[in-house]
């Protein structure tokens, strides 16, 4: 089983004692490691994760060696659990008519597919494919979210809608779809009332609860945050863009078939919706996406293996690119439940360095 930056950080956070003025933790890690089962040497497993945690500015170190730590503004219990966000309504509103206005004017006028890629879009599909065409993109009703004062808009970017999808899908339906269908009427595992969501939007919800600060379970009520005194589900609180508008599926199957042509003519539309939604945070699904978006998404800095920092139309952004949610392959990339090594491994302390709530 592995052990995460933040598994540590509240074994530190519930054993430390006030001291002088300081939080410190005395209480030896190794026991705890062990009942864990931490594979490997315990030793080095502790130090690197410490060593996380004081980049992340959690923790301190009186010297490199040593057995105990200071906890750095520990988080008060009452204040982590009221957490309250604020949102600008009228900046949401603005973005989503702008949007709207571009997609009248370039992709889908209501229902009529404009875009002027369209016929060399299906010439390029093979003859054994489905195409799609004109299906949209979700924004949340909070989608400007604050706290304390930092903005924080989240776009998590797919390749496609899957093949189940609608043809010529407006904001309005996707927003349905994405808000009322997976996240109102749907669960993270099914109850009996409620079928569960599909193996992305798993995915998505626990990528969501990472950066809103509500941890890594599956219980409903990690599902809302305290927007306004309101509580807001999360589905509402981002937005859902996919690199392709239009989408080609072997028929019969979910297997994409997106072409380079696809790609390479619907990059105007991708840069244009991120453009006018200005996300601080965003997250690519999919191990080619991050190939895809670099001309849109462009690379300033790298601050880990899954974490960039990215110029977007001049304005800085957080980029972190991970496999998608579904994926299958010889190595375990497959992140649609908290358990899975690799949303514990890489996912999570990923994105909890990109927004450290």
């Not at 540590?8 to 705890?32: D, K, S």
């Not at 009427?185 to 950066?211: E, Q, Y």
């Not at 300033?300 to 299958?328: M, Q, W």
Request: hydrophobic content about 35%; aromatic content about 8%; some cysteine.
């Amino acid at each position: 089983m592995s052990i995460s930056a933040d598994d540590l950080y509240r074994f530190i956070l519930e054993n430390a004692e006030e001291r002088e003025g300081q939080m410190i933790c005395r209480v030896p890690t190794g026991p705890w490691l062990r009942t864990k089962q931490t594979r490997g040497n315990r030793r080095l497993a502790r130090a690197k994760l410490i060593k996380e945690l004081e980049e992340r500015g959690l923790v301190t170190r009186p010297h490199p060696q040593s057995g105990w730590v200071i906890v750095n503004d520990p988080p008060s219990p009452a204040a982590s659990a009221n957490v309250q966000f604020r949102h600008d309504a009228q900046a949401t509103r603005q973005r989503h008519r702008r949007l709207q206005s571009y997609m009248r004017r370039n992709v889908l006028n209501g229902k009529q597919f404009i875009c002027s890629s369209w016929d060399e879009f299906e010439s390029s599909i093979r003859a054994d494919c489905t195409f799609k065409e004109g299906q949209l993109s979700h924004i949340g009703k909070h989608y400007d979210l604050t706290l304390a004062a930092r903005p924080l808009r989240i776009v998590v970017v797919g390749q496609e809608v899957g093949a189940k999808g609608k043809a010529r899908t407006t904001l309005a339906e996707r927003y349905a779809n994405v808000h009322g269908g997976s996240g109102m009427n749907k669960r993270f595992v099914k109850d009996g009332k409620h079928p569960s969501r599909n193996p992305h939007m798993k995915g998505t919800t626990l990528a969501l609860r990472t950066i809103l600060g509500t941890g890594s379970g599956i219980e409903r009520k990690g599902e809302f945050i305290n927007v306004d005194g309101e509580q807001v589900h999360l589905f509402d609180c981002f937005a859902l863009v996919n690199r392709l508008l239009c989408a080609a599926h072997l028929t019969g199957t979910s297997t994409g078939m997106s072409t380079k042509t696809m790609l390479r003519n619907c990059q105007r539309h991708f840069q244009a919706t991120l453009e006018i939604l200005e996300p601080t945070v965003v997250v690519l699904q999919g191990v080619r996406m991050w190939k895809w978006s670099k001309n849109v998404l462009v690379p300033k800095r790298t601050l880990s293996d899954n974490l960039i920092e990215c110029s977007l139309g001049g304005k800085t952004t957080l980029v972190a690119a991970f496999s998608h949610p579904s994926s299958y392959g010889k190595k375990p990339i497959r992140w649609d439940s908290p358990d899975a090594p690799y949303f514990k491994d890489v996912v999570y302390p990923t994105l909890r360095q990109a927004v450290p709530l």
